[in-house]
């Protein structure tokens, strides 16, 4: 394993101007049906000394609420809302920096309604959260606030790559723009008024080497520090990384095949990312067990992950489809018919859980499920039986937005999560629900809808 102080040792580093370098570490229906607007009467509740939020009736049930973003920082000012299981709001309130104790109910709703600065998926979005009798605690993953303009100052970087013995290719990332791409000689450049991330006094510089079957066999980082007027010279030493190998069987299905197997290597961190192939992937028509090797390159920050999607090929596939992925970073057999089948009205109205196939197939629950809608998304605990369930009509108040952007983009629907790192619903949304795909959160998600349309 790469470790950073070796690595610091090993880079050679030049600032100017106490420019500091260092390692890095390591609408809805649903809500959403119809959301129902509504002139509330409820009022914000006013904060108390020391910025903490004036606390409900000792005798009332409570959830902390904390609003964060992708990079675990929290967000303060965030809309908070909270609705009864009819859907009547209850209380309506704002995040707080060291979190938010608010009066809710089993069968309650708790949301963070904010205003997103993704454009390609709409402005507004809404995440909510049913409590259950265990949910002490939600974490909301909203994404990192963006200032209108870039208050770091702008300064000089100067970068170099020494050479590596079997390197086909080179690439220098400077996070938030900028770079070198990939190239056959080592990268070797200057950038001038270079400003970094907005949302971050210090940016990380990451240097990366791959070999000629596009395998990564260099990594190195640093981070350098906005001055004003600085220049910072970085010269990357090529660090060989090691690699560690994951053994991935998916298993027999009886009465089940895989139609279609994808999947990679992806290591994701906030300002950066990387992808290479599983050797033997993609497939199609696979014969089962499938063995794959999944070579997982070590890395000194960020997250490196398995990931792998299949489609099911059984009885009734014609007419419903079920899509089964996995992220994982430890050996293991991989059923992808374990988890229960769950499908959305076609009203999006309700949804309802699938009873298990005859042949044993789709029988475990997971940790909970996401119901995904435009903008606006429910968090929801397993049911135990095949009752329909029903998407709740949320009250939004009049003077916040009543329309909401994409949330996902590759659909509407239901998806049934389970988590390797938590058990059960109450720890899975107190770990963080909402956006947090740059951090491939280990686990296993099945997705069943009406394949009409689909493709």
């Known amino acids: 394993m790469i470790h950073f102080e070796q690595q610091r040792r090993r880079a050679s580093v030049q600032i100017c101007f106490d420019v500091t370098v260092r390692p890095v570490l390591p609408s809805l229906p649903l809500l959403l049906l119809a959301l129902v607007a509504c002139d509330s009467e409820v009022v914000r509740t006013p904060q108390g000394e020391g910025g903490s939020a004036g606390a409900p009736p000792s005798s009332a049930p409570t959830v902390l609420v904390h609003v964060v973003g992708q990079r675990g920082e929290a967000r303060e000012a965030i809309d908070v809302l909270v609705h009864t299981e009819a859907g009547e709001l209850r209380t309506r309130e704002v995040s707080l920096r060291d979190g938010l104790h608010v009066e809710a109910h089993p069968g309650d709703y708790v ?120 220049v910072a010279t970085v010269l990357f030493p090529s660090t060989p990384i090691e690699r560690r190998t994951v053994d991935l069987e998916i298993a027999t299905m009886a009465g089940w095949s895989l139609g279609t197997v994808l999947g990679g290597i992806v290591w994701r961190q906030p300002a950066h990312a990387y992808d290479e192939a599983i050797d033997g992937l993609p497939a199609y028509g696979v014969t089962l067990p499938l063995p794959l090797k999944l070579d997982l390159p070590t890395l000194p920050l960020g997250d490196v992950v398995g990931s792998l999607t299949v489609w099911l090929d059984g009885p009734g596939s014609d007419a419903v489809c079920h899509e089964a992925s996995l992220s994982i970073a430890e050996s293991a057999t991989w059923i992808p018919t374990r988890l229960r089948r769950v499908l959305l009205a076609e009203d999006e109205s309700s949804y309802v859980m699938v009873a298990a196939d005859p042949s044993g197939a789709f029988e475990e629950s997971g940790d909970g499920l996401a119901i995904e809608l435009d903008g606006a998304r429910l968090w929801a605990p397993v049911p135990e039986g095949t009752e329909s369930q029903p998407v709740p009509h949320l009250q939004i108040p009049g003077d916040l937005p009543q329309v909401f952007g994409s949330v996902y983009l590759g659909g509407r629907g239901v998806v049934h999560h389970d988590r390797f790192d938590v058990e059960g619903y109450a720890a899975y949304v107190a770990n963080g629900v909402g956006e947090t795909t740059y951090a491939r959160l280990r686990g296993e998600q099945l997705r069943t809808s009406a394949c009409a349309g689909r493709f």
Do not use: K, M
């Not at 997103?116 to 949910?135: A, K, Y």
């Not at 606030?145 to 970068?159: G, K, Q, S």
């Open 111 to 230: 949301s963070a309604l904010w205003e997103s600065q993704d454009v390609e998926s709409g402005p507004w979005r809404l995440e909510t959260v049913r409590v259950t009798e265990d949910v002490a605690q939600v974490r909301f993953y909203i994404g990192s606030a963006l200032p209108p303009t870039n208050p770091n100052p702008a300064i000089r970087v100067e970068v170099g790559q020494a050479l590596l013995p079997g390197a086909d290719a080179y690439a220098v990332g400077l996070a938030c723009g900028g770079g070198s791409g990939w190239q056959s000689e080592p990268a070797s450049f200057e950038v001038d008024g270079y400003t970094g991330c907005s949302f971050s006094p210090s940016s990380s510089v990451v240097g990366l080497a791959r070999d000629e079957n596009q395998r990564l066999l260099a990594f190195d980082a640093v981070e350098i520090t906005h001055v004003p007027d600085a």
